[in-house]
């Protein structure tokens, strides 16, 4: 589902990625983990094109990328749903609309969309919360909208990036089985985090990156 060989990613004269290769096979959930720079983002960034490697292939969903011309990037992102670290909600949108404008984006139909956010968000445990604003909602629950909003399109591929950084552990905690609830519905997932408790002791592939450099992967 996801594979790097041999990528490499440099940014002026600091290379941020070296030589990194590995795969993630579908329906798997894996984790990305190292201290802060070690290149966790720079690597999720590249699965969905926000980046492009100096060296190396990726393919993602059966894509390409290095085959990939502009104009099907906005295609290969309707195959992956990605989480934020810092949310990336709209304040002056309640959250049925931050969840339906992916749909919207996409010339889906109002009655259509209405059923299907109202369907993430209740997989989430946010349906009662539709009509609320950001500012309204707990850390917990404004990841929960982030998660429903990367969910709602059914990406066959899920990227969070550092999800519960911000959250305290009962929080993380339940966003943590919120994501296995997703996997277990056979969604791919890579879940980059420098939280060890996130990964230990759950046999889950983990790849480790220090410098930029892959120093392992392995389970946890």
Do not use: C
């Not at 002056?92 to 010339?107: E, S, T």
């Not at 989430?124 to 850390?139: A, I």
């Not at 550092?162 to 879940?191: H, Q, W, Y």
């Amino acid at each position: 589902m996801i594979q790097f060989s041999n990528v490499t990613k440099d940014y002026e004269n600091q290379t941020a990625l070296r030589d990194i290769s590995f795969v993630i096979e579908k329906g798997e959930m894996a984790f990305i983990t190292g201290p802060s720079g070690s290149g966790k983002t720079t690597l999720l960034k590249l699965i969905y094109s926000a980046e492009k490697p100096d060296r190396g292939n990726i393919s993602v969903a059966g894509w390409d990328l290095d085959q990939l011309k502009a104009s099907s990037i906005p295609y290969l992102r309707r195959n992956i749903g990605v989480v934020f670290q810092d949310f990336r909600l709209l304040g002056n949108r309640n959250v049925f609309d931050n969840v339906a404008m992916a749909l919207r984006i996409r010339g889906m139909g109002e009655r259509e969309i209405r059923t299907k956010v109202f369907e993430t968000l209740k997989s989430v445990n946010l349906r009662h919360k539709s009509d609320s604003y950001p500012k309204g909602l707990s850390g917990g629950e404004q990841q929960r909208v982030v998660i429903a909003r990367a969910m709602v399109a059914d990406p066959t591929v899920l990227l969070a990036d550092e999800p519960t950084g911000n959250l305290d552990p009962d929080t993380a905690e339940s966003v943590m089985r919120t994501f296995k609830d997703i996997n277990a519905r056979g969604t791919t997932m890579l879940i980059a985090t420098h939280n060890r408790e996130l990964y230990r002791n759950t046999g889950r592939k983990v790849i480790r990156l220090e410098g930029g450099t892959l120093v392992g992967v392995g389970p946890g």
